[in-house]
């Protein structure tokens, strides 16, 4: 059974800095485009960001481009999520997940994501 499971999450303070890991298993990790998701209290979920199988696309959220950036370690069926610059609307919970699509315009909608994880709470402090 696939599974994700997301860490690193944490307070810190507005302008610090986290990097968020998801580990993967029970699927083949480098075939699939990994996404970054996150929902703020009261809010929709969002997409963050996503990385395809071959590092070849990255896509990020126009509001986030610049602050976030998303890689991944294929030998390792981890992917990362490195935020930098936080900011107090950056609070939420922040989810991988895994899809077996690789165009942006897949990889931008959670309709297209196979497997998800649990989710690891980030909270930036003002």
């Known amino acids: 059974q696939p599974q994700l499971v997301e860490s690193g999450g944490g307070l810190v303070q507005a302008g610090g800095s986290l990097r968020l890991s998801c580990a993967a298993s029970?699927?083949?990790?480098?075939?699939?485009?990994m996404g970054w998701f996150r929902q703020a209290p009261g809010k929709e979920r969002e997409f963050v960001a996503a990385?395809?199988?071959?590092?070849?696309?990255?896509y990020y959220s126009d509001s986030l481009k610049g602050r976030f950036t998303t890689s991944r370690d294929n030998a390792k069926n981890t992917v990362y999520l490195q935020m930098n610059s936080l900011k107090p609307e950056d609070t939420a919970l922040y989810y991988c997940?895994?899809?077996?699509?690789?165009?942006?315009?897949?990889?931008?909608?959670?309709?297209?994501?196979?497997?998800w994880g649990q989710g690891t709470q980030v909270t930036v402090s003002s």
């Open positions: 997940a895994a899809s077996s699509y690789y165009s942006s315009d897949a990889a931008r909608q959670q309709y297209y994501y196979d497997f």
């Open positions: 029970g699927l083949t990790f480098s075939t699939y485009t």
């Open positions: 990385i395809t199988w071959t590092e070849s696309g990255t």
